[in-house]
């Protein structure tokens, strides 16, 4: 049973547009959800997360929108550089269990490609 | 601040054999949780120490085991290795939250290739 989906395996995107990676989660209780990228041969790197009682996170060009009510999170990357390619990973966790549950649950990934 | 480094980057073994690797986390961090990453499966997540302490498990047979030492740096080790044990596996780091932020740090993984 997969908690946490990305259901775009891939996404192209002209350099200086947006790109918009989607994730959708199954589980209610998720209320902190984070986005990394990965480059091959790399761990994940953080780039930005939001908790469940907030809609709306940015970190200049990275803005991550959450609707509970769909249970619908949206990384929005503005202007989309070259450098930005690479596999980017939803994650969630649940945090209201005692503050000690920090096990990320990781959708499957969506491979963002920026051409020049 | 050096980041999260894993040793050693790359290990190939032998079916029944068994591995251990090792992480050592961000200075100051003393929670450390593993990661098994597959083609098919994705991210997954193994377990979580924190002081020393086994806090979360994931959903992994016994031959996956760990530990934590008193400085925080963590080991994991694989008994019996079966093919399906290929896989890059990355350790995570975690420090005290700040203004109720709890990300996690990735080191560059070991990929661990079993014959």
């Known amino acids: 049973d997969q908690q946490v989906k990305q259901n775009s395996p891939s996404l192209s995107v002209q350099e200086g547009r947006i790109s918009i990676l989607n994730c959708d989660y199954t589980n209610s209780m998720f209320d902190y959800f984070l986005w990394y990228k990965k480059y091959p041969a790399e761990g994940p790197t953080f780039l930005i997360s939001i908790s469940s009682i907030k809609d709306k996170n940015e970190d200049g060009r990275f803005t991550v929108f959450l609707n509970k009510s769909a249970k619908h999170l949206s990384l929005h990357i503005v202007p989309s550089q070259p450098g930005d390619s690479a596999v980017y990973f939803c994650a969630a966790s649940r945090l209201n269990s005692g503050g000690s549950n920090y096990k990320l649950t990781f959708g499957k990934g969506t491979l963002l490609t920026v051409n020049p | 601040k050096a980041g999260v480094t894993q040793t050693p980057r790359y290990l190939i073994k032998t079916r029944g054999q068994q591995v251990t690797l090792s992480c050592s986390p961000i200075s100051g961090h003393r929670s450390v949780s593993w990661y098994q990453q597959t083609p098919g499966q994705g991210l997954q997540f193994l377990f979580e120490y924190f002081s020393e302490t086994q806090r979360n498990k994931g959903n992994f047979p016994g031959r996956f085991s760990g530990r934590q030492f008193s400085n925080s740096r963590s080991e994991m080790n694989v008994s019996t290795l079966e093919l399906g044990d290929s896989a890059l596996y990355l350790c995570?780091?975690?420090?005290?939250?700040?203004?109720?932020?709890?990300?996690?740090?990735f080191g560059p993984g070991t990929r661990l290739t079993v014959t």
């Open positions: 995570a780091s975690m420090g005290p939250s700040v203004g109720a932020s709890y990300e996690q740090y």
